[in-house]
């Protein structure tokens, strides 16, 4: 019985070993997600303030691009 359930244990094992390096990599790209999600986050935010200082310190610029700019 006992070097039956060895090669059986051994592949429960070797499955465990890749599921778990699996979840390792989903909850790490979950986390980059997260960052990812703050840092647009916060460009949208800061965005608008800084494009009106920028703005009207610069005389020859194209107001079409005022819209982009978030004003």
Do not use: C, H, Q
């Not at 244990?9 to 699996?22: G, H, N």
């Not at 916060?42 to 079409?64: C, G, H, N, Q, R």
């Amino acid at each position: 019985m006992d070097a039956e359930s060895n090669p059986k244990l051994e592949y429960l094992y070797k499955e465990y070993a890749r599921l778990s390096d699996k979840a390792e990599e989903v909850i790490k790209s979950a986390y980059d997600d997260f960052k990812l999600l703050g840092v647009v986050g916060a460009v949208i935010i800061i965005w608008k303030p800084v494009s009106e200082v920028v703005l009207p310190t610069i005389p020859k610029f194209d107001s079409t691009l005022f819209l982009l700019l978030g004003s």
